[in-house]
C-alpha cells in the first residue's frame, strides 16, 4: 500500500475543518512517493496545466481535476468533494505544492493563479421550499390558504445532478398560537435514502380573500358584482374597518377615487345618491286613502333614508320629504290641527 492510499484510507470521508491542510499531507506523502522521480521533470506531462474552472459530480478531489494534462498519476485522491453547490478555490501556493508533489513540472507564471473546484450540482430555491411548506401546512388547516416565511433568508438546497431538484417536508411542528413552525426537509422528494436532510423553520401567517376593484373607479360610478375581484392579504394586515363581504360593495359608489386592486375600507365607499341636486324628482304625498304625485325640483343630493329639501315646480313651495327611489322623494302629510277639548 502506497503512502497516498494509507492517506486515503485514514482520512474516509471525515469532515475537514482546513481543506489546505489535508492538501498540503497528501502532498507531502506523495513527496515520498515520487522523490525517485523528484529528480527530473516527468516529460510526458509537459502540458500539465491547471484548470481555472473544474467542475466535479464524485465525492473526491482528484489530481485530474485540479491539473488537465496529467497521465498517470491522474486518480489520485486529495481531498473530499466540497459540499454541493459549494466551491473550493487552491491558489497558486497549494497548486505548486501538488504539482511538486507529483512531479508535474508546473510552477506559477504569477501568484494569483488559481483553481476553483466545483461541485457540480442544481439548486432547490426558497421559492419551493416555501410553497412545500406551505402546502403541509395548509393540509392540515382544511385547505386555509396561508403564507409562509423562512427564519433563513435567501435559504437553498443544491442536490446532484443526477437527481430531482424536488423536497418533501416531514416532522412539521406548527404552533397556531405563536404563528411559528419548525419541519425537516428532504431532498429529493419521496427518496428512501434522501441525499439533503436539513432542518427548517419560519412563520406562518392566515391569508383573507378579500373583495378589490378590478380597475378603478371614481366617485359617481356605481360598483357592480363583475366589477369585483379578489386578492389573498394577510390577515394581521388588515385594518379593522376593511371590507371582506363582497355584499357590502356592491350598489356602492366611491366616496373619492379608488385605486385597483387595493382593500376597500368601509369610509372609502357610500351609497349612490338617488337624488340629485337640480334634477327632476317625484314628489309623492299619502294620506290615508288618498295618493297624491307633483313634480319638483331637488336642491341637494339624498341617499335612500336622507331628508332632502324639494321645490315643487308648480307652486314654487319648497318641502321636506324622504328620499324612497330613484328619483323619488316622498312627502309627510300635514299634521291635522288639535280641536282643545270642550271647544
Known amino acids: 500500500m502506497t503512502g497516498i492510499e494509507r492517506k486515503q484510507k485514514t482520512v474516509g470521508f471525515r469532515r475537514i475543518f482546513d481543506i489546505r491542510r489535508l492538501l498540503m499531507a497528501v502532498a507531502m506523502a506523495a ?28 465525492d473526491v478531489v482528484t489530481v485530474g481535476d485540479v491539473f488537465s494534462g496529467v497521465t498517470h498519476d491522474a486518480g489520485y485522491v486529495l481531498a473530499p468533494a466540497p459540499s454541493y453547490g459549494k466551491a473550493l478555490t487552491l491558489g497558486a501556493y497549494d497548486l505548486q505544492r501538488v504539482s511538486d508533489a507529483f512531479n508535474l513540472g508546473w510552477y506559477p507564471k504569477t501568484w494569483h493563479e488559481q483553481v476553483v473546484i466545483r461541485r457540480d450540482a442544481h439548486e432547490i430555491d426558497g421559492v419551493a421550499i416555501r ?10 388547516l382544511s385547505s386555509r390558504k396561508v403564507e409562509v416565511r423562512l427564519d433563513t433568508r435567501d435559504m437553498s438546497i443544491a442536490v446532484p445532478r443526477a437527481v430531482p431538484a424536488t423536497v418533501s417536508v416531514s416532522d412539521l411542528r406548527y404552533d397556531a398560537a405563536k404563528g411559528t413552525f419548525t419541519a425537516t426537509l428532504t431532498a429529493p422528494a419521496g427518496a428512501a435514502r434522501p441525499t439533503v436532510r436539513r432542518s427548517v423553520s419560519g412563520r406562518v401567517f392566515t391569508l383573507v380573500s378579500v373583495p378589490v376593484l ?40 366611491p366616496r373619492r377615487a379608488l385605486a385597483a386592486l387595493k382593500p376597500v375600507s368601509a369610509s372609502d365607499v357610500i351609497q349612490p345618491p338617488l337624488v340629485k341636486r337640480g334634477q327632476t324628482v317625484i314628489l309623492q304625498l299619502q294620506n290615508g286613502q288618498m295618493f297624491l304625485t307633483a313634480q319638483g325640483r331637488a336642491l341637494e343630493d339624498g341617499v335612500k333614508g336622507d331628508t332632502v329639501r324639494v321645490a315643487n315646480t308648480a307652486s314654487n313651495q319648497v318641502v321636506q320629504g324622504t328620499v324612497t327611489g330613484l328619483k323619488t322623494v316622498t312627502v309627510a302629510p300635514p299634521a291635522r290641527a288639535r280641536v282643545p277639548a270642550g271647544g
Open 214 to 253: 378590478k380597475t378603478a373607479r371614481m366617485p359617481g360610478d356605481t360598483i357592480r358584482a363583475g366589477d369585483i375581484s379578489y386578492v389573498d392579504t394577510r390577515g394581521d394586515d388588515l385594518a379593522a374597518s376593511t371590507i371582506t363581504d363582497p355584499a357590502r360593495l356592491i350598489g356602492m359608489t
Open 131 to 140: 410553497d412545500a411548506v406551505r402546502g403541509k401546512v395548509e393540509a392540515g
Open 31 to 58: 513527496c515520498v512517493v515520487n522523490a525517485a522521480q523528484a529528480a527530473s521533470p516527468n516529460l510526458a506531462q509537459a502540458a500539465v496545466a491547471p484548470k481555472a474552472d473544474s467542475m466535479i459530480s464524485g
